[in-house]
């Protein structure tokens, strides 16, 4: 049989919040679950909690958000501070004759 793609109805940075969800109540109702399907006990619990959490690092990857931040406020800094020394050189342009005129 052929695996068919599922789309899901949400928000894909919602993803992994439903994940957590989900995962919480299966722990509350574990003993249940590994009646119903005896795959389903602790180590599966716990191996679905580490794909959520690798999917909340894609989805929201703050560390590369924080470093993103970081570098725009430097760039813009740098940026700044280029300014008054474009000024000058502009000025400077400007004083030179123009051979055209």
Request: some cysteine.
């Amino acid at each position: 049989m052929a695996e068919t793609l599922v789309k899901p109805r949400c928000k894909t940075e919602d993803i992994p919040t439903i994940g957590e969800f989900v995962l919480t109540e299966a722990e509350i109702d574990l003993v249940d679950l590994t009646e119903a399907a005896s795959n389903i006990d602790q180590a599966f619990i716990d191996a679905l909690k580490a794909q959520n959490v690798v999917v909340r690092k894609l989805v929201r990857p703050f560390e590369l958000t924080g470093a993103l931040k970081k570098v725009t406020v430097e760039l813009y800094g740098a940026m700044e501070s280029l300014k008054p020394r474009l000024d000058k050189l502009e000025i400077k342009i400007n004083q030179i004759p123009c051979i055209f005129d």
